[in-house]
T-cell receptor
Framework: DAKTTQPPSMDCAEGRAANLPCNHS???????VYWYRQIHSQGPQYIIH???NNETNEMASLIITEDRKSSTLILPHATLRDTAVYYC?????????????FGGGTRLMVKP | DSGVTQTPKHLITATGQRVTLRCSPR?????VYWYQQSLDQGLQFLIQ???????AKGNILERFSAQQFPDLHSELNLSSLELGDSALYFC???????????FGQGTRLTVV
């Protein structure tokens, strides 16, 4: 898996957009960017993934730069329940390749 | 609710003992993964099974073993337990996209 770099922690005001960055400068052409989050001691939760186009679902938006060397996960209106550790992972999107490898992630604190 | 069920939720046992953790994957998912999360470490991949066969191994100790049964449920066996084995153990399952995994709520193991 390509290595990812994320800031260890971020704060966000409730109701504002939370923008979580991730650098993946060594990403390969067949590797997707996946985002997961883990709310305190719960099982990690899949959020979204993408290859090169921007993606949006009911939870978040994923913006990938044109050179694919970095991406940003956007939570449009953060709530207190979005406080969690967010993990950015790159891997092929198929039933092959390496397992999901979780790094340190970004600890997002949403404050009232 | 991810659809992945882990039992038991909590387990307290003594050093030297053996325990079995159980995981029922989401309906139709053929892949099952086991992860360990200690207080001072991140999520560590242990092992993957795909349709009953071991597919990948991570940082799994020789004292640990796992299997996936014909009905696709999986068990993780931990033996000769040590204090350092105290951790959260997560099971996850996935369908065709191994990157999109669904995690259970974990089993919290405490070795005393």
């Amino acid at each position: 898996d390509a290595k990812t770099t994320q800031p260890p922690s971020m704060d966000c005001a409730e109701g504002r957009a939370a923008n979580l960055p991730c650098n993946h400068s060594t990403i390969s052409g067949n590797e997707y960017v996946y985002w997961y989050r883990q709310i305190h001691s719960q099982g990690p939760q899949y959020i979204i993934h993408g290859l090169k186009n921007n993606e949006t679902n009911e939870m978040a938006s994923l913006i990938i730069t044109e050179d694919r060397k970095s991406s940003t996960l956007i939570l449009p209106h953060a709530t207190l329940r979005d406080t969690a550790v967010y993990y950015c992972i790159v891997r092929p999107s198929n039933n092959a390749g390496n397992m999901l490898t979780f790094g340190g992630g970004t600890r997002l604190m949403v404050k009232p | 609710d991810s659809g992945v069920t882990q039992t038991p939720k909590h387990l307290i046992t003594a050093t030297g003992q053996r325990v079995t953790l159980r995981c029922s994957p989401r309906s139709g998912d053929l892949s099952v993964y086991w992860y360990q999360q200690s207080l001072d470490q991140g999520l560590q991949f242990l092992i993957q099974y795909y349709n009953g066969e071991e597919r990948a191994k991570g940082n799994i100790l020789e004292r640990f073993s796992a299997q996936q049964f014909p009905d696709l449920h999986s068990e993780l066996n931990l033996s000769s337990l040590e204090l350092g084995d105290s951790a959260l153990y997560f099971c996850a399952s996935s369908g065709l996209d191994w990157g999109e995994a669904f995690f259970g709520q974990g089993t919290r193991l405490t070795v005393v």
